[in-house]
Structures are given as C-alpha cells and as structure tokens.
C-alpha cells in the first residue's frame, strides 16, 4: 500500500513509501522494477517530495523526522532532519533547493538550511524573501 508518492521529473523517477517506513525508488515507465530501497524511516511517510533541481529526495516520516537523499549519489542518506516533536505533515522545497520548510502533527513550523546540513531557528525571518515551489504549508504569524 502506498501511503506517499513524489516524481522527479529529471530523472523520470517515482518515489513511493509503504506502511512500514520503506521507500522504494521506480523507474516511471516500468513500475515493477525498483531501482532502490530507502529504509532509515522507522515509520510510514507521510509527504515525500524531490527537490525542485532533482537533486534531492526529503521524505517526512511519522518517526518525527525528515530523511534528504542525494539522488545523484545512488539515494544515499544526504542529511536527516531531525527537529520536529510529532510527525511530518507536510514540507516545501525552496526554488532553489536550498531550504525546506515543514510542519508536523504538533503544529511546529521548521526551517532546514539544506545546503549547509543545519537546522535554523531563525528560518522564517531568513526566508522572508524567499520563493518556494510549493506552499503546502499555510503562511503564519507574517
């Protein structure tokens, strides 16, 4: 059963999570053959998005974090955000796919400087001008 699925445009690859936590990584033309097997998630995810350069995969699981792959170096675990005190509901890459922004179940807005592998405390104000290629996420408290 799949709970989540992101596509990368660039690659022409379709990203599915299941119930247990496992990403699998799928050509889109041929569904059945897996590229790849994600399984640092300790539980189902939620929201699993690539990055708008189709460098990165951010997958957000119910184990409260956000697992980033770097798609070009074989989906290896590229950083895992792990700031968050409910699970991931949802995430934003910003058009540059430098920052994610994500919410969870107990309703905190987060910000992750994605190129320098940190969480920023201070992600609403330092993104204030940024642009987003999606808005998943309801814009608050501006």
Not at 102 to 108: F, N, R
């Amino acid at each position: 059963m799949g709970r989540a699925i992101g596509y990368c445009r660039q690659n022409d690859h379709i990203a599915v999570s299941n119930n247990m936590g496992k990403v699998t990584i799928r050509q889109r033309d041929n569904l059945d053959k897996k590229i790849k097997s994600l399984k640092e998630a300790e539980e189902w995810c939620e929201v699993i998005k690539y990055s708008p350069c189709g460098k990165y995969l951010a997958c957000g699981s119910h184990d409260n974090a956000i697992y980033v792959y770097d798609v070009s170096n074989d989906y290896s675990l590229y950083y895992k955000c792990a700031k968050h005190n409910s699970f991931v509901t949802s995430l934003d890459w910003s058009v540059d796919s430098t920052y994610i922004r994500s919410v969870c179940g107990a309703y905190e807005k987060l910000y992750f400087d994605i190129q320098n592998k940190n969480f920023d405390s201070s992600g609403m104000s330092n993104t204030k001008d940024f642009v987003w290629a999606s808005y998943s996420i309801r814009q608050v408290g501006m």
